[in-house]
């Protein structure tokens, strides 16, 4: 028996999912700072570098731009988003107050395998600072801080916490580029493990405060 779906319905599936996959290209691009911000994005280079055609591009642009990530300009295109040093202390002020609150009410929900897979994906973000795969290792960071906050279980804090993360996970990245911070970053990871087996919250709020203070000098060190 053939279980596989018929030809128009595989393609339309395709057209669908192909700006999804096109979105989370341009993201990874624009986080790992190859397309910095400020930058113009130009369509002809980026379907030629992603290998797709101007419909699902224009499709992610749009996508990322209800995102905040790129800003739509009448006349002129596509611009990665660039945001001024005082939105960049603003939102990072912010992020520690919503991440704070979610390790404080992930220590009052979480269970022991979620402790376990908070703590397996730790170690494997150990394994990338050992190897200095920073790509790697900071795609294991926005897992473990996404399995906090959807642990807290609280709807509108996660859909906050998304939307003001992905304007500033670029930031983030290029926080780690400093090699002392970077290993003072990944302690604090090993603290974090600690304090939800031990489910102290007020201390785990403590801390995912300070972890973003200090994400934010890093940042504005940068900037400067």
Not at 35 to 57: D, F, I, Y
Not at 156 to 167: C, D, I, P, T, V
Request: proline residues 3%; aromatic residues 4%.
């Amino acid at each position: 028996m053939n279980d596989s779906l018929p030809a128009n319905v595989s393609l339309s599936i395709e057209r669908q999912t192909l700006p999804a996959v096109v979105v989370e290209r341009l993201s990874e691009l624009i986080i790992q700072g190859e397309l910095a911000p400020g930058a113009r994005l130009n369509e002809r280079e980026l379907c030629a570098r992603l290998g797709v055609s101007r419909t699902p591009l224009r499709e992610a642009l749009r996508r990322l731009a209800h995102d905040g990530l790129v800003t739509l300009q009448p006349n002129r295109g596509a611009f990665v988003t660039e945001m001024s040093r005082d939105a960049v202390a603003d939102s990072f002020e912010l992020m520690a107050a919503l991440e704070a609150l979610a390790g404080e009410l992930a220590c009052e929900r979480i269970t022991d395998a979620d402790v376990a897979e908070v703590e397996a994906l730790t170690y494997e973000m150990m394994a990338c600072h050992a190897r200095r795969d920073l790509p790697e290792y900071y795609r294991l960071n926005r897992a473990i801080h996404d399995r906090i906050t959807a642990v807290a279980g609280n709807a509108q804090l996660a859909e906050m916490s998304r939307k003001l993360n992905l304007r500033i996970q670029n930031l983030r990245f290029r926080s780690n580029l400093d090699a002392q911070k970077w290993g003072a970053a990944l302690d604090e990871h090993r603290r974090m493990v600690e304090l939800l087996r031990a489910r102290n919250g007020a201390e785990l709020a403590q801390l995912m405060r300070g972890h973003l203070k200090r994400k934010a000098q890093a940042v504005l060190a940068m900037l400067s």
